[in-house]
């Protein structure tokens, strides 16, 4: 069992990216993706999450109407659309699977990506 996280790099504040989740090694059509992220010094923070299936989705209240989440099922790929970037958006952002979109808390996901950097410069 895999998920990937790539598409993080240095942007400008106002800047948009898009980040990928690929999965591998099973099927996750009856899990949740979620995005967590974790700034230096602070603890895992939820981000977002969507069934597999696109039949739902959560947005943390922090970045809510700049973030979109979504997937592509013939890639296995969940991805996080992040726009109006700002500085205290940077962090590592890591993809996980878990069973359920109520599910906002780290430890309730089981599966996990290694995490991709954003920076956000001012």
């Known amino acids: 069992v895999q998920l990937q996280a790539s598409g993080g790099g240095l942007v400008t504040a106002g800047a948009s990216l898009r980040l990928s989740c690929l999965a591998s090694?099973?099927?996750?059509?009856?899990?949740?993706i979620g995005w967590f992220r974790q700034a230096p010094g602070k603890e895992r923070e939820f981000v977002a999450t969507m069934y597999w299936t696109g039949s739902g989705t959560r947005y943390a209240d922090s970045m809510k109407g700049r973030l979109a989440i979504s997937r592509d099922n013939s890639k296995n790929t969940a991805y996080l659309q992040m726009n109006s970037l700002k500085p205290e958006d940077t962090a590592v952002y890591y993809c996980a699977a878990g069973r359920s979109i109520s599910y906002t808390k780290s430890s309730e996901y089981a599966y996990w990506g290694q995490g991709t950097l954003v920076t956000v410069s001012s």
């Open positions: 090694g099973r099927t996750f059509s009856n899990y949740a």
